[in-house]
């Protein structure tokens, strides 16, 4: 069964940094791309960043693009979102989800995690 | 990058058929077969409920269907059902990003 669990939201102040982590089972990780997409409270959807089976390929929204970085520890299974100079706009649930397709970007999210909250607040 | 284009709320009667519009451009609806929809209920985690326009991931009820035409795509549910009342969001691959849909209140009268 796959699994996602994010971990590493927190209260942080505006300009500070966090790092969410998302530890993956059930699946073979390494062959699939994944995302993190967020959720401010009460708001809709919006993708942050997609990364690639490999690592190799990057992606973000201009929203976050110089400021956050998604990589991967393909040997540990685990997503991370390394998320810099952060914004009272940054508040939000922030889930990763696995692409539905083998080694290649559907762009279609076929499981999610349950999500990690991330409060930008002083 | 602006969202996707969806109505705040669509409503029926158990039973009946409702259809969510999604409407975009010919940058990102309009120019990919990646369109999928996302079924989510309060407190919960998005569900994929269609990809690639009309295709159905194992496990997802037939009643749910999707179809594009130009740069809107529609999903359809058909015999509605009270545990279909949730919010439902469009996404759209987007050349080299995605994009979501601002989101659609399904309500079962």
């Known amino acids: 069964e796959v699994h996602l669990l994010e971990s590493g939201g927190n209260l942080v102040q505006p300009g500070g940094s966090l790092r969410l982590s998302c530890a993956a089972s059930g699946f073979t990780f390494s062959t699939y791309a994944m995302s993190w997409v967020r959720q401010a409270p009460g708001k809709g959807l919006e993708w942050v960043s997609a990364?690639?089976?490999?690592?190799?390929?990057?992606y973000y929204a201009d929203s976050v693009k110089g400021r956050f970085t998604i990589s991967r520890d393909n040997s540990n299974n685990t997503l991370y979102l390394q998320m810099n100079s952060l914004r009272a706009d940054d508040t939000a649930v922030y889930y990763c989800?696995?692409?539905?397709?083998?080694?290649?970007?559907?762009?279609?999210?076929?499981?999610w995690g349950q999500g990690t909250l991330v409060t930008v607040s002083s | 990058q602006s969202a996707l284009t969806q109505p705040a709320s669509v409503s029926g009667s158990p039973g009946q058929s409702i259809t969510i519009s999604c409407t975009g451009t010919s940058s990102d609806v309009g120019a990919y077969k990646y369109v999928s929809w996302y079924q989510q209920h309060p407190g919960k985690a998005p569900k994929l409920m269609i990809y690639d326009v009309t295709d159905r991931p194992s496990g997802v009820s037939n009643r749910f269907s999707g179809s594009k035409s130009g740069n809107t795509a529609s999903l359809t549910i058909s015999g509605l059902q009270a545990e279909d009342e949730a919010d439902y969001y469009c996404s759209s691959f987007a050349g080299g990003r995605m994009v979501f849909g601002t989101g659609t209140k399904v309500s079962v009268l």
């Open positions: 989800a696995k692409d539905s397709l083998l080694r290649y970007f559907d762009w279609s999210l076929d499981y």
């Open positions: 990364i690639s089976d490999s690592g190799y390929s990057t």
